[in-house]
């Protein structure tokens, strides 16, 4: 008989997605993806599901042109985290980040600043976080 349980610790969280929300990206994973409240594609189309939790922008001010950045960089930081992405995707979702703040209306200086944040200080946040036991 198989005893071990994986879990995890849970977060606070600010923020629900009262819709699904998909968008295309650019990352491939080798398999599609699919959870609770994410989906990945072949294609690179993914799927944030409505009920999907966040907590908004860590280390940055929650204003409007940073939550749609951090809705989408927190769903793929936490398929990072559950090991569904490789960890060598993360410089990809970083600038992804940045790309969507500029396309909404965030300006290249605080773009550049956010993405700068999460370049140096994001890695424990998409280090796996699984636990098993006993």
């Known amino acids: 008989m198989?005893?071990?349980i994986r879990?995890?610790?849970?977060?606070?969280?600010?923020y629900t997605l009262f819709e699904d929300y998909p968008i295309q990206?650019?990352?491939?994973p080798p398999?599609?993806?699919?959870?609770?409240f994410i989906d990945l594609d072949l294609d690179g189309l993914l799927t944030i599901k409505k009920n999907?939790?966040?907590?908004?922008a860590s280390g940055a001010f929650d204003t409007k042109n940073i939550m749609w950045g951090s809705?989408?960089?927190?769903?793929l930081y936490q398929l990072m985290r559950e090991e569904l992405i490789?960890?060598?995707?993360?410089?990809?979702?970083?600038?992804?980040?940045?790309?969507?703040?500029?396309e909404d209306g965030m300006s290249r200086i605080r773009a550049d600043?956010?993405?700068h944040g999460v370049d140096i200080f994001g890695a424990s946040s998409a280090k796996p976080d699984l636990l098993h036991a006993p």
Do not use: P, Q
């Open 25 to 28: 990206t650019d990352l491939r």
């Open 2 to 4: 198989n005893c071990t």
């Open 71 to 75: 809705l989408v960089h927190d769903a």
């Open 31 to 36: 398999h599609a993806i699919s959870t609770r």
């Open 7 to 14: 879990y995890k610790e849970r977060r606070h969280y600010k």
């Open 52 to 56: 999907y939790a966040w907590d908004g």
């Open 86 to 102: 490789s960890l060598e995707k993360r410089e990809d979702v970083d600038w992804l980040l940045r790309e969507i703040c500029l």
């Open 113 to 115: 600043w956010v993405y």
